[in-house]
C-alpha cells in the first residue's frame, strides 16, 4: 500500500525524479545548454519574470532557488545581477546536471541535495528565494513548505514564485476532450504520476510511481501569508510556462490562466518591532 504520509511522499518523488534524471542530461538539447551556460549573459528565464525580478531592485544580492533541478534557472539570475548562491534539490541525479552547468559558467554554487522539509541547519539565509514551474505540484503540505520559505529569507527578503496556475491542472492536453475539466480544481488528494518526468511531450515509457497536487491559488496565497510572508504582488497571466502539449490551452478567445507569479516580502525586524509596539 502506498505510504501517502508526508514522508512517504517526498521519498516517491525523489526516487520518481531521479529515475528520469538520465533522460535530462542527453541529446543536443542538454548540449546546447552546457554550451549556452558558457556564454556570457546566459538566461532561460523569459522576458516576463526577467522583467519581474529586474524591477524587485535585487541587483547584488543572494539568491537560493528551492526545487533547483539542473540550476539552469539560478544560474540564469547572474544575467539579472543577481548572485545566485544555493539550489536546493532532493534530486541527487539533477544536481549533477546542476555542478556540470555551474561549472559551464564559471559558479561556485552551493548545491544541497535536501527534502525541502527535512533541511540541514547551515543552510543559511538569503535576499531572494526563487521557485519556479513545476515546484509547489510535488509538495505535499504547503504550510510547512512556506514556514521552511520563510526560514530561508533574511529579514525584508523577498519570495519569487513563476509557476503553473493551478486552473490549468484541471485539464487534460492527451484526453480527447482537451477542454473539457478533467480533474476537480478542489481535488485534494494527489494523482499518481507513473510516467518518467520529462518536458518535451514524448512519451519516454514509464518511470517510479511519485504524487502531484493541485494546489488551489487560494491555498497556495494563504499558506504564504500563514508563514509570516507579506504579500506584495500576485498576477496571473494567459501565457503558458509548461510542455509543448498545454499550447493549446493559450492564445484563445475565452483565455483560461495558465501561469502566475507572486512576489511576498519577509518583514524586516523593526516592522515587526513597530508593530509589536
Ligand atoms: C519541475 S522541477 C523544477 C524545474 C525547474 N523549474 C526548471 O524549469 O528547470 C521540480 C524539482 O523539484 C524537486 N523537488 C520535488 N520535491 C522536492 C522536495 N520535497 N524537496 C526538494 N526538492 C524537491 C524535484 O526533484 C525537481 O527537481
Known amino acids: 500500500m502506498a505510504d501517502l504520509t508526508r514522508t512517504g ?57 528551492i526545487g533547483c533541478n539542473n540550476a539552469r534557472e539560478l544560474i540564469s539570475l547572474a544575467a539579472l545581477g543577481i548572485r545566485p548562491v544555493a539550489g536546493i534539490d532532493q534530486a541527487g541525479g539533477f544536481l549533477s546536471h546542476a555542478a556540470v552547468l555551474a561549472q559551464a559558467a564559471g559558479l561556485d554554487l552551493r548545491l544541497i541535495e535536501a527534502d525541502i522539509y527535512d533541511l540541514p541547519a547551515d543552510v543559511g539565509q538569503f535576499d531572494l528565494a526563487f521557485i519556479t514551474i513545476g515546484v509547489l505540484n510535488w509538495m505535499p503540505d504547503l504550510p510547512a513548505f512556506f514556514r521552511v520559505v520563510h526560514s530561508l529569507l533574511v529579514p525584508g527578503g523577498r519570495l519569487v514564485i513563476y509557476e503553473t496556475h493551478p486552473v490549468l491542472e484541471m485539464f487534460d492536453p492527451k484526453s480527447p476532450t482537451p477542454h473539457v475539466p478533467a480533474f476537480s480544481y478542489f481535488q485534494t488528494r494527489p494523482q499518481d504520476v ?82 509589536s509596539l
Not at 15 to 28: C, D, I, K, V
Not at 227 to 255: F, M, N, S, W
Request: aromatic share 8%.
Open 194 to 275: 507513473t510516467e518518467a518526468i520529462t518536458y518535451d511531450g514524448q512519451d519516454h515509457g514509464a518511470g517510479e510511481r511519485g504524487y502531484w497536487f493541485i494546489h488551489p491559488l487560494g491555498n497556495i496565497v494563504s499558506a504564504c501569508v500563514q508563514a509570516g510572508l507579506g504579500l506584495v504582488e500576485l498576477k496571473e497571466y494567459g501565457h503558458t510556462i509548461r510542455e509543448p502539449e498545454y499550447d493549446i490551452y493559450a492564445d484563445r478567445a475565452a483565455q483560461i490562466p495558465m501561469s502566475f507569479s507572486l512576489v511576498a516580502q519577509k518583514p524586516r525586524a523593526a516592522v515587526i518591532a513597530a508593530a
Open 9 to 65: 511522499i517526498t521519498a516517491a518523488n525523489r526516487a520518481a525524479w531521479n529515475a528520469s534524471a538520465p533522460l535530462h542530461a542527453t541529446g543536443a538539447h542538454w548540449h546546447q545548454l552546457v554550451a549556452r551556460a558558457a556564454l556570457p549573459g546566459f538566461s532561460v528565464l523569459d522576458p516576463v519574470i526577467s522583467a519581474l525580478l529586474d524591477g524587485l531592485g535585487l541587483q547584488g544580492k543572494t539568491a537560493v532557488q
